[in-house]
């Protein structure tokens, strides 16, 4: 049998709304992860933080197709979905989070292009 106060609980844990990275936005990239001699990966997050796409290279990401780059200082405002090859434009938001132990430095949406 439940207990009073186990029962005055359950609506705030049933109507606690879901975590989100990049609340109304479609992904999120986490910051570089080094993957040792050179080599860095960034990942690709959907709302849910679950990992989706991602770019590994010891090249300029900004260089490599999948994002796109502001002049200085240097964020990347852009990413172009690997799969579908949809555009999604990016930004800082302060309403990001963190997915596991990677920090979300950018929010992406279409913005219809």
């Known amino acids: ?3 009073f ?3 005055l ?3 705030f844990i049933l109507a606690s709304p879901a975590l989100s990275i990049c609340p109304g936005f479609n992904f999120g990239i986490g910051n570089v992860m080094s993957l040792g001699n050179g080599v860095n990966r960034w990942n690709v997050y959907d ?3 679950n990992q989706v796409d991602g770019l590994t290279t010891n090249q300029n990401p900004c260089n490599e197709g999948i994002f796109g780059c502001s002049p ?3 964020i990347f405002n852009e990413y172009t979905n690997t799969f579908t090859g949809l ?3 990016c930004r800082t938001d302060p309403n990001s ?3 596991g132990n990677d920090v979300i430095s950018v929010c ?3 913005d219809g292009n």
Do not use: K
């Open 97 to 99: 989070g963190v997915c």
């Open 87 to 89: 555009r999604y434009a």
């Open 9 to 11: 609980l359950i609506p």
């Open 5 to 7: 106060s186990t029962l």
């Open 1 to 3: 049998m439940l207990g």
């Open 108 to 110: 992406c949406r279409n």
């Open 47 to 49: 709302d849910s933080c």
């Open 72 to 74: 200085p200082p240097i």
